[in-house]
Nanobody, 116 residues
Framework: VQLVESGGALVQAGGSLRLSCAAS????????MSWYRQGPGKERELVAT?????????RYGNSVRGRFTISRDNARNMLFLQMNSLKPEEEADYYC?????????WGQGTQVTVHA
C-alpha cells in the first residue's frame, strides 16, 4: 500500500488549496478513503471520509463542513480535498489514509501553512 499526498503550501487566511493523494498497491475503488490532519501540539483528527462507491456516503468533521470537499477518482486511484476559507488554526500536516483490516495505512503527509 502506498499513499502519496501533494498540494500542501503556504496560503493566507481565507485562501484555498486542493490536496491530492495518489494511491497504489491495493484495490482503491473497493475502500473508503479518508483525510486526517495533525497540527502542532495537537492530536490527529479526522477531516473527511468518502465511501468506495461514488456517489456515496461522505462525512466531514464539524469544523470543516461547508468549506472542505472530499472527492475521489476511482479510474485514476486519486483522492482529493478541496479546502476553502482556510483558517490559521487549520495549519497542519494533512494525511491520506485507508483502513484495510486489520491495519490502517497512512501517507507521509503534506504540509499546509496558513498565515493570518
Amino acid at each position: 500500500v502506498q499513499l502519496v499526498e501533494s498540494g500542501g503550501a503556504l496560503v493566507q487566511a481565507g485562501g484555498s488549496l486542493r490536496l491530492s493523494c495518489a494511491a497504489s498497491g491495493f484495490s482503491f475503488r473497493t475502500y473508503t478513503m479518508s483525510w486526517y490532519r495533525q497540527g502542532p501540539g495537537k492530536e490527529r483528527e479526522l477531516v473527511a471520509t468518502i465511501a468506495a462507491v461514488v456517489p456515496g456516503q461522505i462525512r466531514y468533521g464539524n469544523s470543516v463542513r461547508g468549506r472542505f470537499t472530499i472527492s475521489r477518482d476511482n479510474a485514476r486511484n486519486m483522492l482529493f480535498l478541496q479546502m476553502n476559507s482556510l483558517k490559521p488554526e487549520e495549519e497542519a500536516d494533512y494525511y491520506c489514509s485507508v483502513r484495510i483490516p486489520p491495519a490502517r495505512f497512512w501517507g507521509q503527509g503534506t504540509q499546509v501553512t496558513v498565515h493570518a
